[in-house]
């Protein structure tokens, strides 16, 4: 499974940002996908994830109301709206796939195919 992120850039304080990620190289459907993040000197974590099929989402605590994770199954692309972006929202945004069925894992270790990470800079 091949991810490739993109959208990411320079951005103002309060404005908005959709970033994509087209998942292709799969034969069987992952469960999930998911966006991850990080800053510099931080670990990377959980911002959101999407069931492929079923379309339900989870989000962080942290950024829940402000970003939106939609999928379009036909473009095999993954979405991340954030909206009233913050300085600390500064990072690498990753996505991921969650190849095992249950629950969309908010952990790391359960999505094992990543995608090399779009740097998103907010500046105040």
């Known amino acids: 499974v091949q991810l490739q992120a993109s959208g990411g850039g320079l951005v103002q304080a309060g404005d908005s940002l959709r970033l994509s990620c087209v998942v292709s190289?799969?034969?069987?459907?992952?469960?999930?996908l998911g966006w991850f993040r990080q800053a510099t000197g931080q670990e990377r974590e959980f911002v959101g994830g999407i069931a492929w099929t079923g379309g339900f989402t989870k989000y962080a605590d942290s950024v829940k109301g402000r970003i939106t994770i939609s999928r379009d199954a036909a473009k095999n692309t993954l979405y991340l709206q954030i909206d009233s972006l913050k300085p600390e929202d500064t990072a690498v945004y990753y996505c991921?796939?969650?190849?095992?069925?249950?629950?969309?894992?908010?952990?790391?270790?359960?999505?094992?195919?990543w995608g090399q990470g779009t740097l998103v800079t907010v500046s105040s």
């Open positions: 991921a796939a969650q190849m095992c069925w249950g629950r969309i894992g908010v952990k790391e270790r359960l999505y094992e195919h």
């Open positions: 190289g799969y034969t069987a459907s992952p469960y999930a």
